[in-house]
């Protein structure tokens, strides 16, 4: 059940493990006092890159799917941190709403909702899923593979209620990304919604998100005297991009140069012999659409149309604008030849499971979230919550704890840019 | 991994699981809004006796050892479970005391306290052991069975704070159940005491124990519509027995023959066609010494001197005075042919872990707290936070939810219980 990593153990990822080993009781009682002044985003998941040298979030989810990844094993522990979210938001909680994403033929992420719905009803709540779809007009059940069914019923909205025919609920839980904008039957309503319509992707920045992750990362660093950079990639914004008709390509490039550069002397600092890479990407959106991997700032003038044809839209047809320059971080993990990274998922501010995504057709420096991408659960036995200070940093559970670790430093970031999303200065 | 449950499934406790599992949503949310009122005890663990017919708590300890009988699966649950509990009580927490009984060579106890140990370490928190023993004059180390190895330290008390030698915990949580008495190094400090020195069974009284799970089963039957002698056992207390001069031996025969009589009218009413028996127990103390299963009242008056001698003394040779008597439940579950019951564990209101006792040479009828029992791991997919409202009542998980809800229903009347300590009227 274990996948075997040959992650590149050289110096300072190894100094880093050992430093959030020894330092544990400082680390926890730290997340302790910040969830103390934070409210926790409801559940997400965070990908992360594991250089060897270097561990870093790259992307935060807000609404994640892919619960049905997860080791079985897991379910005990998300049914826990579920009844801690519901004691905290709202102990009152015993209707739930899930709206999920409008995929009504794509089975594995209905498999996910059904997860979402076991969580929930084996934490005591009643759910009923409603839908945003228009041709969603009465309960629809849906047949699941390998047994199962979800009802998908249509929204009814009374006054600033949402609810479903004959189910009034008193939370609503989002796993929609609301990449498409904020529904107007959504707005205003009375009921708590989680998280709120404001971390949609029609709204939601991951410049601002990695803004908020800078803060987090220096404030942590400083706590274990570490460099922040061994958490945190550099990154940039360029606005008002548009690939089709190259409007904003001198600003995309000279940013990529930036970025560039200053990871050649970082990479010097340490002795890291690989080339640098940087990952282009939409500020807002999600799904792996929109990535590009880049070395030299030269590829970005010279896109030809298809290459900039791909990167002009995301999810449900989105021109891209706003375009994130991130620092690469190379994936030196591999399960049975392929290039891995972990996902580790969050419900409260528990750990509660993750998985590797591999691709057997992808390379250390490129983007794994494309079609051909495979999951393997991690073990129970390897659970990022349980680290073993007895036990060497490259054990497998110590390794997880740091991935736990920086994960849940991502999830603090999306807090505080929650924070500033309902608080617009 | 999964025990063979031969349990008599006649028509009532079918009844109830199934009762339970149609009111789940209902039944978390009651638990929900109870914990807002009522603190919940640090820890416990819980006896139960499933008797086909009825399903009832039989004991329930506050100083829970057997952490090492968990199946190590479950070691995830109790981390999440040990960080709420730690968050509630104090965020602030980083070093914990821990306090175990005055056991040195008993390497099953000791194990449970290396488990405690781990627990809070993967929680995030510094724990040092101080010990009560007057002989642990410096660090003591002990080796454990099947490695690993335990400090015992000597307490320092420095003003109202205590401590060890370099050492200055914020938390003292005790394992050690205080059947000699509140020890004064422990009175008065500064530092917040889990348990409280009022739970230890110098002064807790099973009675006391029984008398709040009264209120708090029948609150519950009511919610749930159903007889709450489905999940109560009945008692009465008889004080000032001396066992050595037969003092007090008619209160004993009249209370046992009055019980013994409801029984019967419920055995009736049931359709029960076993006999009734009832325990008589000392009303403070555990460890199973004291306990005695009688089935007519004529056995209390014609007890020769060996069976007095028994029930005289407890735990650090205690005269028992106050005698508890209660309705016996009969275990018709057994393991391998061997009668069995469960123990349910609980840290903070989180179910998270439990096992069988069972006792190859006990009938159904007795208690089977004693030399020659051995325990059973619940496998991790049995475990009591994860009922599957789709299958039947008699599915193992859905067993044990039963399980869960009537082990929480005690740990919420031991919440009362303390908080009637607390605040004696």
Known sequence: ???????????????????????????????????????????????????GFKLAPVDTNLFPGGFNNLNPDFLPLCVHAMQSAVE????????????????????FYLQNVAQIVRILKQSGMRVRIGSLLPEIKQATTIELPGGGTLVLEPLVRQGNRI?????????????????????????????EVYPPLSAGWYTRRKS????????????????????????????????????????GEECLAAQVDAILQKMRIKYIEYG???????????????????????????????????QRNKMAVVKEGLAVSDVLVQEGVYSFEDINGAVAEPVVYMIDHYVVGGFY?????????????????????????????????????????????????????????????????????
Chains 1, 2 share one sequence.
């Open 1 to 51: 059940m274990v996948p075997h990593l040959t992650t590149a153990l050289t110096g300072p990822l190894l100094d880093l493990e050992r430093r959030f080993l020894d330092a544990m009781p400082t680390i926890e009682h730290w997340f302790r006092t910040q969830w103390l002044e934070h409210a926790v985003p409801f559940y997400a998941s965070v990908d992360l890159r594991n250089s």
């Open 88 to 107: 905290k938001i709202c102990p009152e909680a015993r209707g739930v709403l899930l709206i999920p994403e409008n995929h009504t033929r794509n089975m």
């Open 163 to 191: 609810g479903l025919e004959g189910f009034d609920p008193c939370v609503v839980l989002l796993n929609n990304d609301l990449s498409g904008g904020a529904p107007e039957i959504l707005k205003n309503l009375e009921q």
């Open 208 to 247: 601002q998100h990695f803004t908020a992750y800078d803060r987090v990362a220096g404030e942590f660093a400083a706590l274990l005297d570490i460099d922040p950079w061994l958490i945190n990639p550099y990154f940039a914004t360029c606005n008002q991009i548009d690939f089709h008709t190259r409007a």
């Open 272 to 306: 890291v012999k690989n080339d640098p890479f940087v990952i282009v990407k939409a500020d807002a959106g999600t799904y792996g659409m929109g990535i590009m991997t880049v070395k030299d700032a030269s590829e970005i003038t010279g896109l030809n149309r298809k």
């Open 357 to 425: 995504r591999v691709h057997t057709g992808r390379g250390v420096d490129q983007n794994l979230n494309a079609p051909g991408m495979h999951f393997e659960p991690l073990a129970f036995k390897d659970c990022c919550t349980m680290p073993n200070p007895d036990c060497e940093p490259d054990d497998a559970p110590n390794r997880f704890y740091a991935y736990g670790v920086v994960s849940r430093l991502a999830l603090l970031a999306a807090s505080l840019e929650l924070e500033a999303a309902a608080n617009p200065q």
